[in-house]
């Protein structure tokens, strides 16, 4: 198993409050990710980083703000939680191969977030 | 954005059954993976498909990269209970050594009857 840890593993939260959820990595991947898993939506991108301190939005990114200042961390906050954010969040990591391999997303065990 | 549409949504199967499953997209893809998802855990990868007519097997699981790139396809062979779980498609459509922006399918829920 790749190594990523999630943590915590599951939160409740009341709305308004901000969140940071937290993604460790002991493979030296470049590429770190976050998804959001919903039912009927499958896994949907919120934000990635390529290298430390460079990220990107990805397709449901509002309201989500990442940091990573570190190749082994990737912090995903909520600034100000809604209910809409309820939700199971995965972080995933990949590496630059030749061939094309770096498309190949490893993912952590995901966080439970509640928001109340 | 793009999308990826998968079906069948669900399979309830008897042990023993081959399985088929597919994923199609409104546009094309160079990448196509296979994740499996069991209860309280992370996706897995099963199989990571590159080029146009691609056949790669991992066990009993046989997956294709279709001739248009816009389709995929997973087959499970001989099913047995541990089978059970969401297998999801995700496909890619951006250069070698770019950051990976996977899309995904909304998954096939996987059931198998003793």
């Known amino acids: 198993d790749a190594g990523i840890t999630q943590s915590p593993r599951h939160k409740v939260t009341e709305t308004g409050t901000p969140v940071t959820l937290r993604c460790h990595q002991t493979?030296?991947?470049?590429?770190m990710y976050w998804y959001r898993q919903d039912p009927g939506h499958g896994l949907r991108l919120i934000h990635y980083?390529?290298?430390?301190?460079?990220?990107d939005k990805g397709e449901v990114s509002d309201g989500y703000s990442v940091s990573r200042s570190k190749t082994e961390d990737f912090l995903l906050t909520l600034e100000s939680a809604t209910s809409s954010q309820t939700s199971v969040y995965f972080c995933a990591i990949s590496e630059y191969k030749l061939g094309g391999a770096d498309t190949e997303a490893f993912f952590g065990q995901g966080t439970r977030l509640t928001v109340v | 954005g793009q999308q990826l549409n998968q079906s069948p949504q669900s399979m309830f199967i008897q042990e023993g059954e081959d399985v088929s499953m597919n994923c199609t997209s409104s546009?094309?893809?160079?990448?196509w993976l296979w994740y499996k998802q069991e209860p309280g855990e992370g996706p897995v990868l099963l199989i990571a498909?590159?080029?146009?007519?691609e056949l790669t097997s991992n066990g009993r699981l046989t997956a294709q990269f279709g001739i248009t790139r816009k389709d995929s396809f997973l087959n499970i062979s001989a099913s047995i209970p541990s089978d059970v779980g969401i297998y999801f498609c995700a496909g890619h459509a951006r250069e070698p050594g770019t950051a990976s922006k996977l899309t995904f399918g909304t998954g096939t829920r996987l059931q198998v009857m003793l």
């Open positions: 493979e030296n991947h470049r590429y």
């Open positions: 980083s390529y290298g430390v301190k460079d990220t």
């Open positions: 546009s094309i893809f160079n990448t």
């Open positions: 498909l590159y080029k146009a007519g």
